[in-house]
């Protein structure tokens, strides 16, 4: 069974890990994921690992920090359908609120969400960064998707360790109830 057939994630800085590793994760679940790098190198390369392997996946080559991503949100929504999902890593404490804002239309619509903001940084990132990128993430939401659209946080993990299956996890479930208003999850073992 794939939970996540039919579902389109974007995924920011999918060509690096983890968010190869995240991307595979949930292609492997059956989501069609797109890969939002400024690396077309490392993006192809990490579609060209999905494809083998998984999956439907695409990529987008641009900044995913640019202060407009409407043209990304639309040609996901184009070519693959719609967009159900998007998976915002964190870079140097740098949260991609433009692309949530620009996502927020096409996310109410199908009424799937969610959003995931995962800290990506070498050391466990400080909760605090956490929770100040998902409250920038609900702020970019807010305004028309509360009801259909959730936002979830994903701690960084050690170096190496793969957030790709708490990811799933949360666009597989939207446990609303494990959140306990603190926006942290435990990745499934």
């Known amino acids: 069974m794939e939970p996540l ?24 679940a059956g989501a069609t994921v797109v890969l939002c790098d400024e690396d077309a190198r490392r993006a192809d390369a990490a579609a060209t690992a999905i494809r083998r392997a998984w999956g439907v996946v695409a990529v987008w080559v641009g900044e ?21 999902g998007l998976v ?9 609120t433009a692309l949530a804002e620009a996502a927020r239309r096409r996310l109410a619509a199908r009424g799937r969400g969610p959003v995931v903001v995962a800290g990506t940084t070498g050391d466990r990132p400080p909760i605090g960064e956490i929770e ?20 979830y946080g994903v701690r960084g993990l050690e170096p190496g360790a793969d957030l790709g299956p708490a990811v799933v996890h949360l666009a597989v479930a939207r446990p609303d109830g494990e959140m306990d208003g603190g926006a942290m999850v435990a990745p499934p073992a």
Request: glycine share 14%.
């Open 132 to 151: 100040e990128a998902l409250g920038a993430c609900r702020r970019a939401l807010a305004r028309h998707a509360r009801a259909t659209v959730r936002t």
């Open 64 to 84: 995913p920090f640019a202060r407009r991503q409407a043209a990304l949100v639309e040609h996901v929504v184009r070519t693959c359908g719609g967009l159900d």
């Open 5 to 28: 057939a039919g579902h389109v994630l974007v995924v920011t800085d999918g060509g690096g890990e983890p968010g190869a590793a995240i991307a595979r994760h949930l292609a492997r």
């Open 88 to 96: 915002l890593l964190q870079r140097g404490g740098r949260f991609p």
